[in-house]
């Protein structure tokens, strides 16, 4: 009977975590279909600063308020924020089913490579082929060739290249803040930093209006999507150990690249398929070899 229980336990923290990736893949495709993408973004973190404020408010009074506590949430707003406007320029010049993948697979690489350069971290044979495979499909998925090696990249690539370094930076910082600031408030002050962070240029190109008349629907559904998806991944791990749901999670990726294909006719479909697959598969070998 116990048998029986953890297996639903576990199979109900699977499919939170299934959905929450489905749900970040989601709201990257609205964010590509929109006609501004900084001024879509910068209305989608207003929207989840609003829908989960009074959720903010309930969890304030368990934060730790000291020096190093908003040093840490400064910090976090800040890199969400350069984050947010490479984000914007990225999905301005480069297809979903390309630049998604590069994003999620290069932050997802970096963290453990930062972590054995330069905090002394050993990691083991699964671990380096789980490095290989996302290597790997980065190298396929950018449109690189073995013989034929481009002087001047694209500007895409390297944009969803410097999108994953913020990922992983902020990544690593907000594992330390969330020891000081309840996942709700964290959210809350990143949306905040990231709003701010896009106004200047959202206000001088005079179309927020224009974007909200369009696409306001999905600009709500995004701003709930965004924190709604991290939300269902924080209680899938109440249930569930989070080193083996965390790499699922990563099946985004593959969520990412098929709505690009599917939905908006993006070229290259299989070749950027397989590439997706195994930038995921190298995820999920890395997070289930322990690191």
Known sequence: MESATNSIYFLTALFLVLLSGFLHALWNLFTKSSIKKDVFLWLCQWAGVI???PLVIFYIPQSVADIKSYSLLF?????????????????????????????????????????????????????????????????????AKINKISPRPRVEILLASAVGICIASYILVDAISIKYWPPFVLNEATNLGNGIALSFSVFRSRAIRNEWKINWKTVLLGGIFAQGGYLLFLYAVTIAPVGQLAPMR???????????????????GKSRIIASILITTGIIILGFSGR
């Open 51 to 53: 829908v989960y404020l």
């Open 250 to 268: 990563e099946i985004g990726t593959v969520f990412g690249t098929m709505l690009g294909i599917a939905i908006l006719k993006e070229k290259q």
């Open 75 to 143: 910090a976090s707003m800040i890199l969400h924020g350069i984050y947010v406007i490479l984000l914007a320029k990225t999905y301005s010049l480069g297809d979903l089913s390309q630049v998604y993948p590069i994003m999620r697979g290069t932050s997802l690489l970096l963290v453990p490579l930062i972590s054995v350069f330069f905090l002394g971290l050993h990691l083991g044979i699964v671990s380096w082929i789980g490095i290989s495979f996302i290597v790997l499909g980065i190298f396929f998925i950018s449109g």
